[in-house]
């Protein structure tokens, strides 16, 4: 849990949010008090937001708990500086130095604090009251007496007093500020007059001169060393690195550079086992490469990796996707199909995702039409329609169905299969799936009559006579002379003049007409206002009926509805 703490400060501090990168340093702390690294990295925290004085705690339990660290004594120095200690910073950076005399961050931060220190020692011999300025007991003074105690609850004034501690002849910039005479006089143990104006001034009596106002002079602002980089485990260094072969790795991919891609992923593989995207980006390269095999393995690892980890669905399913696509490509028959398509109902399982589904259905798609092209064998289906028809001539219907299914199954071109199979659903009363096979063989073979004769007895059993009619005349446009497909025709106009005559009894009118009205035809020449007209007319002006009848169109219409049963020519 310290760890997970520490590793979201380094985070923090990386993007420069030091508040939150203060939270999880205290929050590793509270969970591992005695690990010296926490202190450190909270006082760079501290020292970022120039809060010197918590940086300084913390750089001092640093050295406390590990003496012989180097690194706690640059933390220490950078505390100092911050806090214009210049002497004790240092003290601490020397001290630093005897443990590691080649170390260049302690080196800089001397030269740094040195050159410091010297800059304040100038600036104050230049101010009469430069000295009353430095060193923390400025602000104990200040803080001691009554009359300057609430000044430092004000930031202004705060800061006025540290620009005057980091150059004390900046004192002249501030003197017109009463809080900044009474602090003055605070720590020169003297009193002056409260001001009357807007101009504050050194009362006559005083011993000490005025100072003479000085030319402003460009502040050159004292040096605050950067926060160094936060410490590092082994683990977060080795998955830092992992991070940045990914990147890497990416970049050759976009480049289609696979080889180096491929030493790239694995490098980061190497380093950290539990990030498995290392393992499913190496995965679509060895798929781009067309290693199906070593994508497949990758995929394999990733999933099994990932389930131990309990890694993010999403993951996982992008392994079972990314294997699944592989197993496409290497499939040879139908059978090979299947792992694939079981995979990828396995993804979908994990997280539904669009593109997931779609190889889904395309990868069922090409096992369908596999196993068609596989199990084509015109030969086969020529025995098992011969079977049928042997069945067929011993009544033995349901038989006959089941060989001459398998005979559309091996050779769905051959219009006769589905000829003979309407026959035989036309004996069992199976009228739809007859109706089904006769449409089938005549989109096979427009030229072969036996399906337009089957077509038309299934329709002439379904007593829609007008439609069985149309379909035998369009068979002899094949075949005039086809003595089925006549014989079918004369069945029809025996039946249509049977219901023209009035012979049909009141039940077969009844329900010839409620078969009639189920047909869409029907219905649309019923809904039309014009053709209501045309029967009204019929009914009550023979006159215009007359002239109806000169209308080929409108015959045909009161053809169809007379062979229905709807109108009766009396």
Same mark, same amino acid.
């Given at each position: 849990?310290?760890?997970?703490?520490?590793?979201?400060?380094?985070?923090?501090?990386?993007?420069?949010?030091?508040?939150?990168?203060?939270?999880?340093?205290?929050?590793?702390?509270?969970?591992?008090?005695?690990?010296?690294?926490?202190?450190?990295?909270?006082?760079?925290?501290?020292?970022?937001?120039?809060?010197?004085?918590?940086?300084?705690?913390?750089?001092?339990?640093?050295?406390?708990?590990?003496?012989?660290?180097?690194?706690?004594?640059?933390?220490?120095?950078?505390?100092?500086?911050?806090?214009?200690?210049?002497?004790?910073?240092?003290?601490?950076?020397?001290?630093?130095?005897?443990?590691?005399?080649?170390?260049?961050?302690?080196?800089?931060?001397?030269?740094?604090?040195?050159?410091?220190?010297?800059?304040?020692?100038?600036?104050?011999?230049?101010?009469?009251?430069?000295?009353?300025?430095?060193?923390?007991?400025?602000?104990?003074?200040?803080?001691?007496?009554?009359?300057?105690?609430?000044?430092?609850?004000?930031?202004?004034?705060?800061?006025?007093?540290?620009?005057?501690?980091?150059?004390?002849?900046?004192?002249?910039?501030?003197?017109?500020?009463?809080?900044?005479?009474?602090?003055?006089?605070?720590?020169?143990?003297?009193?002056?007059?409260?001001?009357?104006?807007?101009?504050?001034?050194?009362?006559?009596?005083?011993?000490?001169?005025?100072?003479?106002?000085?030319?402003?002079?460009?502040?050159?602002?004292?040096?605050?060393?950067?926060?160094?980089?936060?410490?590092?485990?082994?683990?977060?260094?080795?998955?830092?690195?992992? +991070? $940045?072969?990914?990147? &890497?790795?990416?970049? *050759?991919?976009?480049? !289609? =550079?696979? %080889?180096? /891609? #491929? @030493?790239?992923?694995?490098?980061?593989?190497?380093?950290?086992?539990?990030?498995?995207?290392?393992?499913?980006?190496?995965?679509?390269?060895?798929?781009?490469?067309?290693?199906?095999?070593?994508?497949?393995?990758?995929?394999?690892?990733?999933?099994?990796?990932?389930?131990?980890?309990?890694?993010?669905?999403?993951?996982?399913?992008?392994?079972?996707? +990314? $294997?699944?696509?592989? &197993?496409?490509?290497? *499939?040879?028959?139908? !059978? =090979?199909? %299947?792992? /694939? #398509? @079981?995979?990828?109902?396995?993804?979908?399982?994990?997280?539904?995702?669009?593109?997931?589904?779609?190889?889904?259905?395309?990868?069922?798609?090409?096992?369908?039409?596999?196993?068609?092209?596989?199990?084509?064998?015109?030969?086969?289906?020529?025995?098992?329609?011969?079977?049928?028809?042997?069945?067929?001539?011993?009544?033995?219907?349901?038989?006959?169905? $089941?060989?001459?299914?398998?005979?559309?199954?091996?050779?769905?071109?051959?219009?006769?299969?589905?000829?003979?199979?309407?026959?035989?659903?036309?004996?069992?009363?199976?009228?739809?799936?007859?109706?089904?096979?006769?449409?089938?063989?005549?989109?096979?073979?427009?030229?072969?009559?036996?399906?337009?004769?089957?077509?038309?007895?299934?329709?002439?059993?379904?007593?829609?006579?007008?439609?069985?009619?149309?379909?035998?005349?369009?068979?002899?446009?094949?075949?005039? $002379?086809?003595?089925?497909?006549?014989?079918?025709?004369?069945?029809?106009?025996?039946?249509?003049?049977?219901?023209?005559?009035?012979?049909?009894?009141?039940?077969?009118?009844?329900?010839?007409?409620?078969?009639?009205?189920?047909?869409?035809?029907?219905?649309?020449?019923?809904?039309?206002?014009?053709?209501?007209?045309?029967?009204?007319?019929?009914?009550?002006?023979?006159?215009?009926?007359?002239?109806?009848?000169?209308?080929?169109?409108?015959?045909?219409?009161?053809?169809?509805?007379?062979?229905?049963?709807?109108?009766?020519?009396?």
């Amino acid at each position: 849990m310290a760890d997970e703490a520490k590793a979201k400060g380094n985070a923090a501090f990386s993007s420069c949010d030091f508040v939150a990168a203060v939270t999880h340093f205290t929050e590793a702390i509270g969970l591992a008090p005695t690990n010296h690294v926490l202190y450190s990295n909270r006082s760079a925290a501290y020292a970022s937001l120039h809060k010197y004085a918590d940086a300084l705690d913390d750089a001092k339990k640093t050295v406390e708990l590990k003496p012989d660290w180097p690194k706690g004594y640059s933390r220490l120095g950078a505390a100092y500086i911050g806090l214009n200690q210049f002497s004790d910073a240092i003290d601490a950076y020397k001290k630093g130095l005897q443990i590691d005399p080649n170390n260049e961050t302690l080196k800089s931060g001397l030269a740094d604090a040195e050159s410091a220190a010297s800059r304040s020692r100038g600036s104050a011999s230049a101010n009469p009251f430069g000295d009353v300025f430095q060193g923390p007991e400025m602000w104990a003074k200040l803080t001691a007496d009554p009359s300057t105690r609430g000044y430092l609850q004000q930031p202004d004034f705060v800061k006025m007093m540290q620009d005057i501690q980091k150059n004390p002849s900046n004192l002249n910039l501030y003197l017109k500020d009463q809080r900044v005479m009474q602090a003055l006089g605070v720590l020169l143990n003297v009193k002056f007059k409260a001001p009357t104006g807007e101009d504050t001034e050194m009362p006559e009596a005083e011993s000490s001169p005025t100072p003479r106002k000085e030319p402003e002079r460009e502040k050159k602002p004292e040096p605050v060393p950067e926060p160094e980089p936060m410490e590092l485990s082994e683990e977060e260094e080795r998955k830092q690195k992992a +991070r $940045k072969e990914k990147e &890497l790795g990416n970049a *050759a991919y976009k480049k !289609k =550079d696979f %080889e180096t /891609a #491929i @030493e790239h992923y694995t490098k980061a593989t190497e380093l950290d086992d539990e990030d498995i995207s290392y393992l499913t980006n190496r995965a679509a390269v060895y798929l781009e490469m067309g290693k199906y095999d070593e994508c497949i393995k990758d995929c394999d690892k990733a999933v099994e990796r990932g389930r131990e980890l309990r890694s993010d669905f999403k993951m996982v399913a992008r392994a079972l996707t +990314r $294997k699944g696509t592989a &197993l496409v490509k290497l *499939a040879k028959c139908s !059978k =090979d199909y %299947e792992p /694939a #398509i @079981e995979t990828f109902q396995k993804a979908l399982t994990e997280h539904r995702n669009p593109d997931t589904l779609k190889k889904l259905n395309e990868a069922e798609r090409a096992k369908k039409e596999l196993e068609q092209q596989e199990y084509f064998d015109p030969k086969i289906a020529d025995e098992e329609r011969e079977k049928g028809n042997e069945f067929f001539k011993e009544q033995k219907y349901p038989e006959a169905v $089941k060989h001459y299914t398998e005979a559309v199954k091996r050779n769905p071109n051959d219009p006769r299969a589905y000829s003979n199979r309407a026959a035989c659903y036309t004996k069992l009363g199976a009228l739809p799936e007859g109706l089904k096979d006769a449409e089938k063989c005549i989109e096979l073979d427009p030229t072969f009559t036996k399906g337009y004769s089957r077509k038309g007895a299934v329709q002439f059993f379904m007593k829609e006579y007008d439609k069985a009619m149309e379909t035998y005349q369009e068979g002899l446009k094949h075949d005039p $002379k086809n003595q089925e497909l006549l014989d079918g025709v004369r069945r029809c106009v025996e039946q249509v003049n049977k219901a023209n005559r009035g012979d049909l009894s009141p039940e077969e009118l009844k329900e010839r007409q409620a078969k009639a009205m189920q047909d869409p035809e029907i219905q649309n020449i019923l809904s039309d206002p014009v053709m209501r007209q045309v029967l009204v007319d019929f009914q009550e002006n023979p006159k215009a009926a007359q002239e109806h009848m000169k209308n080929p169109m409108v015959m045909n219409k009161i053809q169809k509805l007379v062979s229905a049963g709807i109108v009766q020519v009396r």
